[in-house]
């Protein structure tokens, strides 16, 4: 069942609750690359990282961040401007509600407003979920970095999917 929810840009009011869903990821999986938990601080580095793109903060009717997402440049060249690398995260007690497929949807939405028609998404092969997630949306595995990384003194490969939206 789907939680009734509103999309905003994401503002310094989203600042702690969006560090903090992206620190549970940091802790205890493999779906976002730091080994350390980021400070508060951080999120002015991310939302410089999205400026120009859509970043959207998911939040509950009684005003609850529960993820975000956002789109980025995927390479500071011009030549590359109609692809963009994708991500997005949920607090994990919401996760498998269709929530993410709204995030995704309306990234989606945003990004054919500003010409992109490529998606990109960098996955750790270890992150299964995430992996059928893309696959059911519509995402094809386009590339494997192997041992790219190294996370919990674990080797991890990243795999590159991709969506075209054309």
């Known amino acids: 069942m789907k939680e009734k929810v509103t999309l905003k840009p994401m503002a310094s009011e989203h600042r702690t609750a969006v560090i903090d869903i992206f620190n549970y990821y940091i802790e205890n999986t493999y779906a976002a690359y730091p080994e350390k938990p980021v400070g508060y601080e951080f999120y002015d580095?991310?939302?410089?990282?999205?400026?120009?793109?859509?970043?959207?903060?998911?939040?509950?009717?009684?005003?609850?961040?529960?993820?975000?997402?956002?789109?980025?440049?995927?390479?500071?060249?011009?030549?590359?401007?109609?692809?963009?690398?994708i991500s997005y995260f949920?607090?994990?007690?919401?996760?498998?509600?269709?929530?993410?497929?709204?995030?995704?949807?309306?990234?989606?939405?945003?990004?054919?407003?500003?010409?992109?028609?490529?998606?990109?998404a960098s996955i750790c092969s270890i992150n299964k979920p995430s992996i059928?997630?893309?696959?059911?949306?519509?995402?094809?595995?386009c590339g494997k970095f192997e041992s790219a990384g190294k996370k919990k003194d674990r080797d991890i490969d990243i795999l590159w999917m991709q969506k075209r939206l054309t």
């Open 90 to 120: 949920l607090k994990q007690n919401y996760v498998g509600n269709g929530l993410g497929q709204i995030l995704l949807e309306t990234l989606i939405t945003e990004a054919k407003k500003i010409d992109i028609d490529l998606i990109l």
């Open 132 to 141: 059928q997630f893309h696959l059911k949306h519509g995402f094809e595995e």
């Open 45 to 85: 580095l991310l939302l410089q990282a999205v400026k120009g793109y859509p970043a959207l903060a998911l939040i509950t009717e009684e005003g609850e961040v529960i993820g975000f997402g956002f789109l980025r440049s995927f390479h500071p060249m011009p030549v590359f401007k109609r692809t963009a690398e």
